[in-house]
């Protein structure tokens, strides 16, 4: 089993893959180390055959993906177990996750799979994968993606501690919102989106962690079954 | 549980006095401050809990034969969160109990600021909703049924024009007989979610007591929604309730107890929303568009920004100019033979009076003469400004290129009003939504050259050396804040919540609602600045007729003549410069006639050409005022604080120690 070091890489890996192609310099932000540092640790796995690099980029092979879903599982199993069991806040357990993570064996995970009713889910709604390493797909596209005009219902909002969701939720932004897009600044700059009959400026760091339907494409993930 | 009952933890903020206690609520820009100011004149005092900087008003005002206290809450779009704002809202109406919270509403946005007035009324207060700018919202074609409005949503509704204080009387008469009302019968959100708040409800009722006095669904619905203060002051067993209950609800509604609640009161405040609501078909002007176009499209907004920018300095200098020539002439004329006539029949005219007169004569008249033309015209512009809705398309303009700083648009607005006075900028950079991105914000404007710090320059190397070294001298300081921007990004740990930010229309300003928000703004200026300024005068004036100024200037001679090549006695004179930077030029100037001896006014006599652009530059970055000191450390606690003047001092001796070095070497002329 790797270490928990080179555990967080392959988390990191996998999530910011999610979004695209991964670059080191992201992996520096997304763990707040520098890039020399990233450099080095990228070396390693890529001797243990976790990772490719193609052309500068960082990819999983079939190997590390199947490890950066085991941490995944791990960790959200370990978030689900805080807030259920031990009524953690929502959003302080991605933390305290990091930190149980590293510890749960195969035979542990399955136990507490066992206690928590097989949940779907973590606390903030992102899927947890089966123990053979199957995960359920995620719906939908950054909310920065959508052009000028476009019509789009937010499915999900990416973000750990709640407090961006709860924020947006006084503003009457949830999952299941309708949000029509009616300006997008140039050269990657904010967007102005309406919701009701108020306007919203969002910047391009807030929109890109608000997941929305892609326009046309119905949501398939509705209220009640997202456990 | 160790709490009794009818106790609250004690806070730094007292409970106004006044037989009822009134709370106004309400969303930013939905004038809530002018409601304040209608309510109360004098006699406001701010506080705010350590550690946040969103101030609290409270004041005590007459209401007819009745004298009720009133606390002016943060504008916030909601009380259930862990923003700033929100955080202080709930514990000062938790805290401070107030007998009856009045929500501001806007018309034409009714469904969205009724939620906060949802919000309240869960948390077990008598509510009374204020349907605010009746005036603005009936131009737009808009107008609310206050009467359905009250029987739809169980609470006193009236309609309001605070900015020209038309209800604002009937108003307070309505929230004075609502605090005598029984508390309101909560809200339900649904069977299914109620089956599951229930027995929470029940186990409140069977406590000895509730705590914050609440009622025990408030409180159950706290705990489930996690409100921390509830949380906290829940008993263990209720808290394990909480969490077994949040867990069904999840499970039930495939969301948390949060943002479920937030879901179910957004519906509600639609519904009602659209029952009330009445809108009468109107022309739209196609305007309001083309405006926002305009102003964001970055091939015409960028150009308006500087059209924009130069028109306001443009104004400052002229009519700031001459504003504080007449006031000079005048306080000449009139108030400075009354002081010096009162000061010399109480101290003769020995070094005591001159004394007196550096803090009373010279004192007052600097505070006012910077005060009035300059801060109180710029509030009054800049709040020309946010009324047209200008600022959210330069918010908008700017996001991108503020997050190089780790800030975003919503900084832009202090930036540039540093440009004009550092005073007003740190009063809007408190306004950010996060910590780090105030005390970034707070801080770069500092470092931004005001307009005073712009006359120095102007009024030295521009005037006696030309334009290009004056170029050069702007250049440097342009380089010296970018420097400090990229170095307080890395400096100052923490994430800032990016922009998320209501986008108003534009609409005609209210020349009267703006001129009394710039008086009130400025006012505070008044109160927390004078004093400081007085004494700082007296201090400086002492040292001055003593003659222990001219002893003070030896132990600064290995800084200023070694370090920077500057006479010592220049040195002295950019201390003086804290008080009022332009003072600093003005006292150089005299001391170059006193030792040259002739009229010319002129610095040749004291300064080489470098010497001026030395001198200029140090002048220009270290040690903000002391108007702006006081106002930074009010906001920001002293470590700060003496943090941001050392660097000043710091960054502007080595400036100006590589300046007086490499000046020469150019040649100047």
Known sequence: MPSATLEEYLEAIYKAGEHGEVRPGQLAEALGVSAPTVTATLGRLQTRGLIERPSGGVALTTTGRQAALDIIRRHRLAERFLVDALGLSWDEVHDEACLLEHALSPRVQEALETFLENPEACPHGHPIPTADGEIAEQVGAPLCNAGSGAQVEIVRVEDEDGELLSYLASLGMFPGTAVRVCDVAPFKGPLLVEVGDSRYALGRDVAEKIVVTEPGVPRSRGKGNRR | MSRSCDERPAGPLERPGGEVVIALAGNPNVGKSTLFNALTGLGVSTAHYPGTTREISVATARAGERLIGVIDLPGSYGIGGTAEEERVARRALLE???DVVVVLLDPTNLARTLFLALEVMDLGFR?????????????????????????????????????????????????ITAAAAPTPEPRTYGPDFEALVEPLVRRWESEACVPLGLTPRAAALGVLEERHEIVEAAPESVRRDGVRIRRAVASHFGESVRVHVARERHGLAGLIGEQVVVRTPRRRGLLPHDLWALTTWPWTGVPLVVLVAASIFGFLF???????????????????????????????????????????DAGIEASLAIGLPYILTFYFLLGLLEDTGYLNS???????????????????????????????????????????????ASTLVVFVPCSARTAVIMGSVGHFLGWRPTLLVLGVVVIVWLAMAFALQRLIPGDSRG????????????????????????????????????????????????????????????????????PAIAGLTLIVGMLRKE???????????????????????????????VYALVNTIALPCISSVAVYWRRHGWMPTLAVLGASVAIALTVGAIAARVVPLLGLQ
Request: proline letters at 5%; charged letters at 15%.
């Open chain 2, 96 to 98: 401070l109990a107030p």
């Open chain 2, 127 to 175: 509510v009374v909703v204020a349907v605010n700018l009746a005036d603005e919202a009936r131009r737009a074609g808009v107008r609310v049924d206050c009467a359905r409005l009250s029987d739809v949503a169980g609470v006193p509704a009236v309609e309001t024009v605070a900015t020209q204080g038309v209800g604002v009387s009937s108003l307070v008469e309505v929230a």
């Open chain 2, 318 to 360: 002229f009519v700031g100019e001459f504003l504080a020539g007449s006031l000079s002439a005048l306080w000449e004329r009139w108030a400075a033979p009354l002081i010096s006539a009162g000061v010399g029949s109480v101290a003769g005219d020995g070094v005591l009076a001159r004394v007196l007169l550096w803090g009373f």
């Open chain 2, 394 to 440: 330069l918010a908008f303009l700017t996001d991108r290129v503020m997050h190089r700083f780790g800030l975003h648009g919503r900084a832009v607005v202090p930036l540039v009003a540093a440009a004009g006075c550092s005073v007003p900028a740190l009063v809007a950079a408190g306004d950010l939504p996060t910590r780090r991105e105030r005390l970034i």
């Open chain 2, 499 to 566: 922009l998320v930010m209501e986008m108003f229309p534009f609409r005609r300003p209210s020349v009267r609602g703006v001129a009394g928000k710039a008086w009130t703004q400025f006012r505070e200026f008044l109160f927390v600045a004078t004093p400081i300024v007085i004494v700082g005068s007296l201090v400086l004036g002492g040292l001055y007729e003593t003659g222990w100024l001219m002893a003070l200037s030896g132990p600064l001679e290995p800084v200023v003549e070694g370090l920077l090549g500057l």
């Open chain 2, 583 to 613: 003072l600093s030029l003005q006292l150089l100037v005299a001391l170059a006639v006193a030792t040259t001896g002739f009229a010319g006014a002129s610095l040749a006599g004291l300064l080489s050409e470098t010497d001026i652009v």
